[in-house]
């Protein structure tokens, strides 16, 4: 007999359907299914078992989607204002302050190579 051993029960398949589609032809060709986390949930044939391992699976379905419409909603925020998760970036809350950095860092036209914070009259001690 062939042995498959899963992390957890819920996460076997995210569509319901497929989850039990697979768990019975699983049975059938004598591979047994074990879950860490709950080592019977596949194992038992009861109506309880199959209860329960329904409604993991229906869990897992309805966290698929959710997962889903999250995604969705972020790509629609960065089509709308160009970023998503966490702050703005600093080119829109400071515009001088990055103009200023990005002159800085600019190499100097006299000598050809970058000048040192401490050589500019604003910056250095």
């Not at 004598?30 to 879950?35: R, W």
């Not at 209860?51 to 972020?74: D, I, N, P, S, W």
Request: glycine residues 8%; aromatic residues 4%.
């Amino acid at each position: 007999m062939n042995t498959i051993i899963v992390e957890t029960a819920n996460p076997f398949a995210r569509d319901l359907i497929v989850q039990e589609t697979g768990h019975r032809m699983l049975r059938q060709k004598g591979t047994e299914i074990i879950a860490v986390d709950s080592p019977a949930a596949f194992v038992n044939d009861t109506p309880t078992t199959t209860f329960v391992r329904q409604v993991l699976g229906a869990v897992a379905q309805l966290e698929a989607m959710t997962v889903a419409k999250l995604r969705g909603a972020r790509e629609r925020k960065r089509r709308q204002v160009g970023w998503c998760e966490g702050g703005s970036p600093l080119h829109v809350r400071y515009p001088e302050a990055v103009r200023l950095a990005k002159r800085l860092h600019r190499a100097n036209p006299v000598k050809g190579q970058r000048r040192s914070l401490r050589s500019w009259p604003l910056l250095g001690t």
